[in-house]
């Protein structure tokens, strides 16, 4: 049983917006950082927007800064992310996981628990 289930992907156009949806099935998360990632063909993968289930507390990329918002429904255990206002460059492959560490600094989120296994979002010009 794969324990973060992604859902919630597909195309739109640029300037649409998709709700992504990361369910923990089998598996209940405690107090940590849940995360969604994205890896684009030939790049690496990027923490795009933490969230510590804790307080709610929130990282973002500067890259989604303003456009998307991470949330949470505890009694769900369920992480969001809303993408708002997509452009072309934000087609990936998007992944969520759990016992993230995110960093302000630009470098590297770690994983430490568990990956989903991804779904993909597509924008059209």
């Known amino acids: 049983q794969v324990p973060l289930v992604e859902s919630g992907g597909g195309s739109v156009q640029a300037g649409g917006s998709l709700r992504l949806s990361c369910a923990a099935s089998g598996y209940t998360y405690s107090q940590n950082f849940m995360a969604w990632f994205r890896q684009a063909p030939g790049k690496e993968r990027e923490g795009v927007a933490a969230i510590y289930t804790g307080d709610g507390s929130t990282y973002y990329a500067d890259s989604v800064k303003g456009r998307f918002t991470i949330s949470q429904d505890n009694a769900k255990n369920t992480v969001y992310l809303q993408m708002n206002s997509l452009k072309p460059e934000d087609t990936a492959m998007y992944y969520c996981?759990?016992?993230?560490?995110?960093?302000?600094?630009?470098?590297?989120?770690?994983?430490?628990?568990?990956w989903g296994q991804g779904t993909q979002v597509t924008v059209s010009p």
């Open positions: 996981a759990s016992e993230v560490l995110p960093t302000t600094d630009g470098s590297r989120w770690r994983v430490l628990g568990y």
